[in-house]
């Protein structure tokens, strides 16, 4: 019996093992790709890329599904990863109604990055212990008092582990999307293809090849940015 009732929790265990769903985030009503949409689970969260692309883990037997993006509506479905492992995902805007007018207007940028760090202001205020986290004067009531000091060993294991945990990881992905998005405002679709003609795959293949760095783009004023495109724009087409 003992061994029949282990053989049926490992089972258990096993089963409920996690799996990955993947898929793109969209907007409705556009089917354009959506970059930064956070997406999460019970089992792990994820943000979806500059293809909109997204992977997450989830729970085998049954799991949902949520998506949280400033601009649109929150979005929640329940997923049964053993007859699905694709997932598109599509956000619905949020409409502003004004009287009888209905705007959705282009999204800005610089609302965007503030509702961003609203919506996870946790995760960017994320930090390590601090020095006066781990030691401090011994009160006798410490959980390890040497030498008329106070260590708290779990925020001294936090301090050694904090580069490799979730906290680290996912504030470096929001950073990285934040900067990113403010490239994009400078380096945008619209000025490029004005500037050099290019059109449809010419286009994203010189925008994927020439794109900026962040730290580049916020030396640059405006004129430094179209003298950049157009010396790029020279290169581009001397290498085809």
Known sequence: MRYLLTFIILGICFTAKSQTISGIVTDKT????????????????????????????VKKLA??????????????????????????IELEPRVIELTEVSITGKRDRVK?????????????NSAPPKFTDIFGL???TGPLDVAGITIH?????????YRRSRAYKFKKV????????????????????????LKS???????????PPIAQVKKMTDYDMVEYIKGSALKFRESK
Not at 30 to 56: D, H
Not at 153 to 161: D, F, G, K, M, Y
Not at 174 to 197: A, P
Not at 201 to 211: G, K, M, V
Request: glycine fraction near 6%.
């Open 112 to 124: 965007d990055s503030l509702n961003t760090r609203r919506l996870f202001a946790k995760d960017f």
């Open 138 to 140: 011994a009160q006798g």
């Open 153 to 161: 060993p779990s925020q001294l294991v936090a301090l050694l582990t």
């Open 30 to 57: 556009t089917g354009m790709r959506l970059t930064g949409a956070w997406v999460t689970s019970t089992s792990g969260s994820a943000i979806s890329n500059l293809q909109g692309e997204y992977s997450i883990s």
């Open 201 to 211: 795959d010419s286009l994203d293949d010189f925008i994927d090849q020439y794109r």
């Open 174 to 197: 929001l950073i990285r999307d934040e900067q990113l998005k403010y490239v994009e405002s400078r380096f945008t679709t619209e000025l490029v293809s004005k500037l050099t003609n």
């Open 63 to 88: 799991d949902s599904i949520k998506v949280k993006m400033p601009g649109y509506k929150s979005y929640v479905r329940a997923v049964n990863p053993s007859a699905e492992v694709y997932l598109k």
